[in-house]
Structures are given as C-alpha cells and as structure tokens.
C-alpha cells in the first residue's frame, strides 16, 4: 500500500471521532459566546445575501431555444431548472428558519433538522433532498454551490464557455448525452455506436472549442497523480492526497474507430463516497462514467491503489 493510505485511514477515523462528539454536543452556547438562535441567524442572514435570484428559463429558452444541431441549449435550460429548485429550496428555509427563531412561525422537524445542521456546520438533510450530491461542510457547499450557479449565468451571459466545468453540472450524465448528440446529429451516425476517446491536453487558456466533442477541466485523480511530462499516471506524492487533472478533451468517435492504447480505464465519481443509488433516469447518483487514462503500469496496479477520478473533494 502507498504511504498516502495510512493518512487516508487517520483521516477518516478523526472524521468520524468528531462526528461522534457533535452528536453530543448540548445547544446551550458557553458563557460569554454567542447563543445558538444568533449564531444561526447570522449565518443564515450570511448565505441569504450571497444567494442570486432564480435563473429566469423563460428568458434563457428564447436566447437559447431549442436546436436540433446545438443540444447544449437544452442542457443549460434543464440545468437552470434543476438548480432553481434547490435555490429556492435554501432561500425558503433560511428565511423561515430566520422567523423561527423570532417566533413568528412554528420551529417545525424540517427547520429543527435545518437549525442543527447549521449549527454543526453540515448541510441540512432539507437542501439534500433537491441538491447535487456533495460531501462537503456547509462554508464549503455554500461556495462550491454558489460557484455552480455563476458557471451557468456566464454561460448565458457569454455564451457556452470553451472549456466546460464538468464538476459544475448538476446532472453531468446530460451534459455527457448531449456533447454526443451533437456529434451523431452532426455526421448521421445512430448515438448508441459512439464512445468518448480521451485526450489529456496542457494546462492552459483555451480560445477555441473544439470542432467535434468538448474540452473539460475539474476533475481530481484520488490514488494516484497525473505526469505531465511523461503524459501517463504515477503514483502519488508523498502527503498529497489528490492531483488536479488538467484539461481534458472528449472526443465522440465510433466505437470501432478509436484505437488502442495502454490505459487504465479509471472511473468517475462525483464525491469520494463512491456509491450512490439508480435514479429514476437510470443513471446512478454518483458514478458518472469511465473514463480512460494512459497509463504505463497493468490495471491491476492502479485497481489496488483504488485509483479514481472525482468531480469534488470533501473539503
């Protein structure tokens, strides 16, 4: 095993250590600090003034209407959509969690379960039920959710962006569809003979899209570390968790048209959990799809160091 795992391990057991001394931690605040109520007012006043309003589709779908050639116009439509109901969902529940704690409204279970999770720092179960998947404290979730939501208003604002972020999607397996849509729709090819070919490009500004497929970045390698010079993966560094993935480019090509290469054919998670459950669109909630990556070690090298690509870190 690599020495990274034994840091893998303590981490995860100090996790669960302060997880299990929340679970006892008394609402009462200490003497001279500041009480629950204020505290949880002040963060909830905090995120409330960060939040945008909802994304306008009506205005969204005439700028972007639906196009047979451009299935990306859809896919920021449905993503603006998905996002407005997890929007309103934490604006409605820090408003009201606000007047709660004034008395002007009952503190029901759902608000209790929102004030505790706020006061621990957790994302409230509430948010959860309508939110992408995501393991991170609540400071963090608030940032990477409120970064999401700027993602798409550039998009809008600007147009579709050379260099999509895959990370930033709610539903990334829609976003994946439609790039090879694109492509079948282009060149009249049926979309269930095509895959995506992979190619690792360099760490920099990208003023063009590509003719075919898309460019992405926000990806992060777990168990392993990607060699820029060598062009392959290696094994990790000392003390360094994760290793950000530069951009990559997703080529849609007939499955009988892409060659092979020495790789390891690495799979792509949204959080580290690893797991998720089968949606209703028969997609998982986690895993997003499996990419290949070159590599000049056998698979079974990187099977046990559990190499894995994600779309977030924990933190």
Known sequence: MHSNAD????????????????????????????????????????????????????????????????????????????????????????????????????????????????????IPGLWMQHSYPS?????????????????????????????????????TQAFLTGAQQNYARKYAIPIDLLEYDYEMLEDRDYGFPPEDGVYVRGLFLDGARWDRKAGVLAESLPKVLYDTMPVIWLKPLKRSDIPERPCYVTPVYKTSERRGTLSTTGHSTNFVLSMKVPSDKPPEHWVCRGVALLCQLDN
Do not use: C, H
């Open 135 to 171: 393991l991170k404290p609540l400071g963090s979730y608030v940032n990477d959710f409120l970064a999401r939501l700027k993602f798409l208003q550039d998009w809008y604002e600007s147009g579709p962006p050379n260099v999509f972020w895959l990370s930033g999607f709610y539903f």
């Open 7 to 122: 840091i893998t391990k303590d981490q995860a057991e100090t996790n669960q250590l302060f997880d299990s001394i929340l679970l006892t931690q008394a609402r009462a605040s200490s003497s001279g600090g500041k009480s629950g109520d204020e505290v949880v007012s002040d963060v909830a006043a905090d995120i409330l003034s960060k939040l945008p309003p909802n994304f306008d589709t009506d205005a969204v779908l005439r700028k972007y209407p639906t196009d047979y050639s451009q299935s990306m116009n859809t896919v920021l439509v449905q993503e603006m959509g998905r996002f407005n109901k997890l929007l309103s969902s934490v604006r409605s529940s820090l408003i009201n969690i606000q007047k709660a704690i004034r008395g002007l409204v009952v503190m029901s279970s759902d608000l209790e379960e929102v004030f505790v999770s706020i006061l621990k720092g957790k």
